[in-house]
Each structure stands twice: as C-alpha cells, then as structure tokens.
C-alpha cells in the first residue's frame, strides 16, 4: 500500500465505505462484509496510534456550525493568533522573529515572465495574501485589498567565482529574511529568484506568520508549481475553487469564541495549569540584564535511524504517537539538566479541524502547553503514559486560544517572559516522496521566538533537526552539548524504558555512541553545514498534514 498521511488514509478508507470514530479512546470501526481484509486490519492496528490522535483533533471542535462563506462587514476581525502577532509587532516594531523564509534549489532553467503570473494567480486566488492588519476604535481587524501585486525580485550569480557562489547566496537569503513587514502594507509575502547557472536556480519566498502557517508553506509551493507549469503552457491553472477564504474563518471562529461554549475548557485549563511554576532555567542560562531581542541561532541534532525505530516501538507499545515518545524524551533531558521536577513545554498546534480550511493558506496554529511532571521517581514508559494522557486531554481542549488560557491563569503581567512557557518542542512525521530535481534548504534567519525551541523531523534515514536557542540567553557551546545530551538520553531511554528516570546518565563532554557511529559515516562538512547538508529534504509532492507532528 502506497504510503499515505493520516487523513489521505482515512479518505482511503471511507471510499470502500468503512468509517472509524473514537468513543472514551478507543476506535470504533464500522465496515462492509468482508471490506477489512487481514493487510488492512495489520495496517490499522499499526496505524492506531495516529489514528485515534487525529480522531480526537477532531471531535474536539465544539461549534455545531459549518463553516461557510460569511457576510463581509467593514471590518474583519483578526482572529486570537492573529491578534497576539499583531500585539507582538506593534509592540517591537521591526521584529523579525515571525518572518518564515523559504528557498528551493530548482535544477533547469525558469522563465521568470510564467513564475511572475504564477504569483499574479497565487494572490488573486488566495485573499490573506492581499490582507492588512490595523487597529481602529480599539479593534484588531483585517481588511482584502481587491487587486495587488508582489514583484519578484531576481539576482544573477552566475558570474560570481563558483567557490565563492554559495556563500554569497546564503548571506543574500539571509538578508532577505531579515526584512521586516509593515503589517498594514500588503501583500505580507515576497519572492525572489537567483539564478545560480543556467540550468540551476533558487527560488525564495518570505512570508509572515500572521497569514502563514506550516500547512500554508506546502500548500503555497504546490499551487505556485501547478500555476507555473499552467503559465508556461499558456494555460489556466486546474486547482479546484475554494470552498471559502481566511476572512470567512476569521468571521467564524470569533462568533464562536463569542457564543460562550468553551467556558469548561477554560476551566480545565486552569485548574491543569494551577501551581505550574511560572519558569523553567536551565543551568546554561545566563543573566540577561538589557531587553531581550529576537536574535537566535541553530544547532543541529541528528538521530539516527535505529534510535527512531526503537522509540517508534516503545510507543506502539503504550499506544502513543511518535511526537508523544520524543515530547516525553525532550521532558525528561530538561528534567534530569535542571533538576527541576515540575514544568510545562509548549507545542504549536495546527486547528483545521473543519474540511473547508484544508486548502486556504492562513494561520490555523494555537499554542498548547503541555505540563510535564516528574514526580515520583517514575520510569520513562510512566513518563511516557503521563505525556500521552495530558496531550489527549489538551487536544480535546485545544479550541481555547493560547492567549484566553494566559488570560485565565493571570501571570505576572509585570514580567517580560513568555507565560506558562518558555521552551517549545515541534516534530514532523511526514515523509513523503519529494520531486525530483527540487531542494529545500535551510534559510536560518538568525531568530528566535522563544528560549530554547527542539523541532525535528522524521526521514527515511532517521530523525533531523535543530536546536534554536536565544543568543542573549544561551552560548553555543551550552546548546552543542544539550544536543549531544538529548541523543544520548534517547539513547538510554530506548536500551531500557523501564529505567528511573533519576539514573539516566548526563554526558558532559563526551559524544554518546550513536554520535561517534554517525561521526564515523559522515563528511564532517556535510553534517556542520545544516543549509545544504543533512538539514536539506525534498519538495514534498503533495499536502503534508500539520497533525503529523503530535
């Protein structure tokens, strides 16, 4: 069987007329004589995990209204992410931690006529493209700017000496992410194209936040290459039409968190967060005395294969998902490196829960804290059974946006830290089939949003990835080796899960043995590079699903 994401399989399945649900956490399966065969039975027992994860997403939207195309007011109000990144801005003019850039090694030629009426075809399609951002009357609102352009820039560097080509070209995408957007002067996305040769090209977008999710970046690249081939064919593109826009979702969901429906998922909230300590410091943690600034750098993390299997094991075995097993392995390095017992690690969570927002660029992210508590001298698969609870009750909670459960919890409104959390953890279990001849790379602004961030992502060959650390708060040095440490703690962890988790070593300064086996296999360039070495991955063919990484 073709290997397909959660929700392309479940579609697969309701095509031969088997439905599942999930009733008190389990999967309830209804089907035609005969219709499950003894492969799709192994191939739903194997997909439990994943299944029931994405189930529950989903019968956790409270709102009995479908989305529609919604009566257009002057004003169209932002939606509570929105908003937060709206404060965020007004607040620090000129941040630039929000910006998402992105570039793609491309192999051939590119007629950069067609890629600009691409881009025409991409705004008119999409109106979040064309959306602006102010305050009037004390309101956080949007409004759709009718006709406008985004000109793509274009750099040759075909004559700059090849040994000097691709540094020079890194410090340009560099420059380009660190363009700040004035949120009320659409489009909020820019595209550029270098030519490298005449056969080989990189193309580069930057877009912000506020009307960009993970989702959003798939969904741009694929319509942008179906608009591009239709260009270049003199043809109109066939993406099929859009259900509704953005605005009609930022419409819907404020008359939904207006209806009082969620009044006890706020209270779940607070009483799951009550005496949660409001801070988390690692030792490596320095004094910052002067305001803090979005500069942050990266450092690599790379798992190998084996240690993949064996977590994905462990969590077959207690019914968790892969971002389960490696949330509960983060939670406890950052237990066993401050010797604290009790913290809460943060995780953006992608809310499409309705059918029509699948394919709308548009911020569909909240935040979840997930509460990690160490107490009582536990085992990781005891940790790992605690994470798991706690991030099945948060995502049946997860329609309260992030800044109403800050806003419940009340913290001091005096400190100039991140509520609830300061550490965040992401992990992407998509692995789809790339296209051939396009390459992402790693467009590292020199940012960070938070403290200290672990993303990672699951390959064919094991799990990449990247520590992104504040470098007023942190020295590299301190986050090389918390990288070396969280592969070694992996390490322990999946040679015995029943292990107190108080007896699982710390290395210092040594490599663990998985490290020395990968150092012995890999071009020591290749893997220090990150921009275009181990970090690089395909253009995905396909949608990924923002879900994959819970």
Not at 34 to 52: I, Y
Not at 408 to 414: E, G, W
Not at 444 to 463: I, K, M, N
Not at 480 to 485: I, N
Request: proline share 6%; with cysteine; hydrophobic share 40%.
């Amino acid at each position: 069987m073709q290997e397909l994401n959660h929700s392309q399989f479940l579609n697969f399945l309701r095509q031969r007329g088997i439905e599942i649900s999930v009733k008190d956490g389990h999967l309830r399966i209804s089907a035609p004589p005969g219709a499950v065969d003894p492969q799709l039975h192994e191939e739903l027992v194997r997909r439990k995990p994943g299944l029931l994860e994405i189930l529950q997403v989903a019968h956790a939207s409270t709102s009995p209204d479908a989305l529609k195309p919604m009566e257009r007011h002057r004003g169209i109000p932002q939606t509570p992410a929105q908003q937060g990144m709206w404060l965020i801005d007004h607040l620090e003019p000129g941040n630039v931690a929000y910006n998402i850039p992105e570039a793609f090694v491309v192999e051939g030629p590119i007629d950069t006529g067609a890629f600009q009426k691409a881009v025409d075809g991409l705004l008119k399609r999409h109106e979040t493209l064309r959306t602006a951002f102010y305050e009037e009357d004390g309101e956080l609102l949007q409004s759709i700017h009718p006709d406008i352009c985004a000109q793509v820039g274009f750099t040759d560097l075909s004559m700059v000496a090849e040994d000097n080509r691709q540094q020079t070209l890194r410090k340009l995408i560099q420059e380009h992410g660190r363009q700040p957007f004035e949120l009320d002067q659409p489009p909020l996305v820019r595209f550029h194209l270098f030519r490298l040769a005449e056969q080989r090209h990189v193309v580069f977008f930057n877009i912000h936040h506020i009307i960009a999710d993970q989702r959003s970046l798939n969904i741009l690249r694929e319509e942008l290459s179906a608009l591009y081939q239709a260009a270049m064919r003199n043809e109109s593109a066939r993406l099929p039409d859009l259900p509704v826009q953005y605005a009609d979702y930022a419409i819907w969901v404020n008359k939904h968190l207006a209806n009082g429906a969620m009044a006890d998922q706020i209270q779940y909230w607070r009483t799951k967060l009550a005496g949660v300590p409001p801070f988390l410091d690692l030792p490596s943690r320095r004094l910052c005395s002067s305001p803090r600034t979005a500069l942050g750098a990266t450092v690599p993390v790379v798992i190998p294969g084996s240690l993949l299997e064996a977590a994905h094991e462990i969590g077959r075995q207690e019914g968790a998902t892969i971002f389960m097993t490696f949330l509960a392995a983060f939670s406890v390095l950052l237990y066993k490196d401050s010797g604290k017992e009790d913290f809460c690690i943060g995780s953006p969570f992608t809310h499409r829960n309705q059918v029509e927002t699948e394919p709308l660029i548009g911020l569909f992210v909240n935040m979840l804290a997930f509460r990690c508590q160490m107490t009582g001298e536990p085992s990781f698969r005891e940790v790992l059974k605690r994470v798991r609870s706690t991030a099945l009750e948060a995502y049946e909670r997860s329609d309260v946006p992030f800044q109403e459960v800050v806003r419940a919890l009340k913290p001091d409104p005096r400190s100039e830290r991140s509520p609830i959390f300061q550490i965040m953890f992401g992990f992407n279990s998509d692995t789809v089939t790339g296209q051939i001849g396009v390459v992402q790379i790693d467009t590292q602004p020199g940012t960070a949003r938070f403290d200290l961030t672990l993303q990672l992502s699951e390959s064919s060959d094991g799990v990449d990835g990247s520590f992104e650390y504040c470098t007023d708060l942190f020295e590299a040095a301190s986050i090389e080796r918390l990288s070396r440490q969280f592969v070694a703690v992996l390490d322990q962890i999946v040679q015995n899960p029943d292990r107190r988790i108080s007896s699982i070593e710390i290395l210092e300064d040594e490599k663990s043995e998985p490290e020395r086996v990968l150092d012995e296999g890999t071009d020591s360039s290749e893997s220090r590079s990150g921009w275009m070495g181990r970090l690089a991955r395909r253009l995905p063919s396909r949608l990924k699903s923002d879900q994959s990484r819970r």
